[in-house]
């Protein structure tokens, strides 16, 4: 059974033969600025947003490439086939759940990429075994009536009673973004699993959201390995929202329904940004830090992100000290170095954002965008066989947080 249903899985996934990824130096701002004309024509998907690592589909290549050469751009090619990076991640995957099954192990672990239906079964298991730590509800229902789960990890009987502050966290609100998902699913374990170790992390009550976008992230497992947004119909032709860029703070209305950065018809439009908006307002007042956990970059970004010049956010001072401080929690533990910065500014400018939303309108002191580390040349996210890895030194930036509001 395993076997039939992978292979009308695969028979149906959508394909990237022939699609490169290109690896881009920039010398100046400029540079990086006149590159992003290329951001919204079809068959270019901008990586890391910044434009480190674009994709080009087969027939823009000749093009993109004369256009990196005659503006004197560094560039390499570091995936000459995205199909096959895509199709290695598949394989292992199916593989290791196969033999999981086959051996009857029904243990936790981070070897592979779960599925919704697994992390879901997962929190549920945990607010059965765990009902003083625990909580479980349905916050939502998305376009294709999946459901929208959040747990609430509290040392108050798995209540929030408005006696500490709440630190809020999203994964997956962008489908692709899968090492995202799974190191907030490490957190949820390592905070539940082993609350014996991390008393410090408690002083504060935990709303978390692993899998923000199910529609997209169940498609980006079944269908399309690198679809972004929600499964809203947005047009005649075209399907999808970027939830990042529906939240009802400095919104703008794009006219491109089919791009990948669409933010919808009106603030707020999405089911899914309607159930965390909705979240967010239950826990006003004890509101303190938002972190939406994406990938790629290593990057810890702080608002505003939808102007450029970028405008800081009030207490950007604090907001630049509490990630530094992150960031060599990641170097202690051997991760990587995060850019720690204003997400305008280092990144890009985007309208919309949940990230600016939450500090500018929902009441949180803080907010960040975490941009974890992303696989280079291997695919989009790293190699499964890497993933304990980036959610331990995650991890890390969690709980170098927690302690500091």
Same mark, same amino acid.
């Given at each position: 059974?395993?076997?039939?249903?992978?292979?009308?899985?695969?028979?149906?996934?959508?394909?990237?033969?022939?699609?490169?990824?290109?690896?881009?130096?920039?010398?100046?701002?400029? #540079?990086? /600025?006149?590159?992003?004309?290329?951001?919204?024509?079809?068959?270019?998907?901008?990586?890391?947003?910044?434009?480190?690592?674009?994709?080009?589909?087969?027939? $823009?290549?000749? *093009?993109?490439?004369?256009?990196?050469?005659?503006?004197?751009?560094?560039?390499?090619?570091?995936?000459?086939?995205?199909?096959?990076?895509?199709?290695?991640?598949?394989?292992?995957?199916?593989?290791?759940?196969?033999?999981?099954?086959?051996?009857?192990?029904? =243990?936790?672990?981070?070897?592979?990429?779960?599925? =919704?239906?697994?992390?879901?079964?997962?929190?549920? #298991?945990?607010?059965?075994?765990?009902?003083? $730590?625990?909580?479980?509800?349905?916050?939502?229902?998305?376009?294709?009536?999946?459901?929208?789960?959040?747990?609430?990890?509290?040392?108050? &009987?798995?209540?929030?009673?408005?006696?500490?502050?709440?630190?809020?966290?999203?994964?997956? !609100?962008?489908?692709?973004?899968?090492?995202?998902?799974?190191?907030?699913? %490490?957190? !949820?374990?390592?905070?539940?699993?082993?609350?014996?170790?991390?008393?410090?992390?408690? #002083?504060?009550?935990?709303?978390?959201? +692993?899998?923000?976008? +199910?529609?997209?992230?169940?498609?980006?497992?079944?269908?399309?390995?690198?679809?972004?947004? @929600?499964?809203?119909?947005?047009?005649?032709?075209?399907?999808?929202?970027?939830?990042?860029?529906?939240?009802?703070?400095?919104?703008?209305?794009?006219?491109?329904?089919?791009?990948?950065?669409?933010?919808?018809?009106?603030?707020?439009?999405?089911?899914?940004?309607?159930?965390?908006?909705?979240?967010?307002?239950?826990?006003?007042?004890?509101?303190?830090?938002?972190?939406?956990?994406? =990938?790629?970059?290593?990057? !810890?970004?702080?608002?505003?992100?939808?102007?450029? +010049?970028?405008?800081?956010?009030? @207490?950007?001072?604090?907001?630049? /000290?509490?990630?530094?401080?992150?960031?060599?929690?990641?170097?202690?533990?051997?991760? +990587? @170095?995060?850019?720690?910065?204003?997400?305008?500014?280092?990144?890009?400018?985007?309208?919309?954002? &949940?990230?600016?939303?939450?500090?500018?309108?929902?009441?949180?002191? %803080?907010?960040?965008?975490?941009?974890?580390?992303?696989?280079?040349? =291997?695919?989009? *996210? $790293?190699?499964?066989?890497?993933?304990?890895?980036?959610?331990?030194?995650?991890?890390?930036?969690?709980?170098?947080? &927690?302690?500091?509001?």
């Amino acid at each position: 059974m395993v076997d039939d249903n992978f292979s009308s899985i695969t028979s149906a996934m959508k394909r990237y033969l022939s699609y490169k990824v290109y690896k881009i130096e920039f010398a100046s701002r400029d #540079e990086q /600025a006149g590159l992003k004309q290329w951001e919204e024509k079809d068959g270019v998907d901008f990586w890391d947003g910044a434009g480190h690592r674009i994709m080009i589909h087969p027939d $823009l290549q000749q *093009d993109f490439e004369s256009f990196l050469v005659s503006n004197h751009i560094s560039h390499e090619v570091i995936i000459d086939d995205v199909e096959t990076t895509i199709e290695a991640e598949r394989n292992y995957n199916n593989e290791y759940r196969k033999a999981k099954l086959a051996s009857g192990r029904s =243990t936790v672990d981070f070897d592979h990429f779960w599925n =919704t239906q697994e992390i879901y079964d997962y929190i549920d #298991e945990l607010a059965v075994e765990y009902p003083n $730590l625990v909580s479980v509800e349905v916050i939502g229902h998305t376009e294709e009536n999946r459901e929208i789960k959040s747990i609430t990890i509290t040392s108050t &009987s798995g209540q929030v009673n408005g006696t500490k502050p709440v630190i809020f966290i999203d994964g997956g !609100i962008h489908a692709r973004e899968w090492a995202g998902v799974m190191s907030v699913v %490490y957190l !949820i374990h390592e905070l539940v699993e082993h609350s014996y170790e991390y008393e410090d992390m408690f #002083e504060n009550d935990w709303v978390i959201v +692993p899998v923000a976008n +199910p529609d997209g992230y169940e498609y980006s497992h079944l269908t399309d390995r690198l679809w972004r947004k @929600n499964r809203f119909r947005s047009s005649i032709q075209c399907t999808g929202v970027d939830l990042n860029r529906n939240f009802a703070y400095q919104w703008r209305l794009g006219s491109n329904r089919c791009s990948i950065t669409y933010g919808g018809r009106i603030p707020s439009s999405e089911k899914e940004t309607q159930a965390l908006v909705a979240l967010m307002e239950r826990y006003r007042s004890s509101l303190v830090l938002y972190l939406a956990v994406h =990938t790629y970059g290593n990057m !810890i970004l702080y608002p505003f992100a939808y102007a450029s +010049p970028f405008v800081p956010v009030d @207490n950007a001072a604090e907001h630049a /000290a509490i990630g530094e401080r992150a960031r060599d929690a990641v170097l202690a533990v051997g991760g +990587p @170095n995060y850019i720690v910065g204003n997400s305008a500014y280092v990144l890009y400018s985007a309208y919309g954002t &949940s990230t600016d939303y939450a500090v500018g309108r929902a009441g949180f002191q %803080y907010g960040y965008t975490l941009e974890l580390t992303g696989g280079g040349s =291997t695919g989009f *996210d $790293l190699p499964a066989s890497e993933l304990l890895n980036v959610a331990h030194a995650t991890f890390q930036i969690f709980r170098s947080m &927690s302690s500091d509001i």
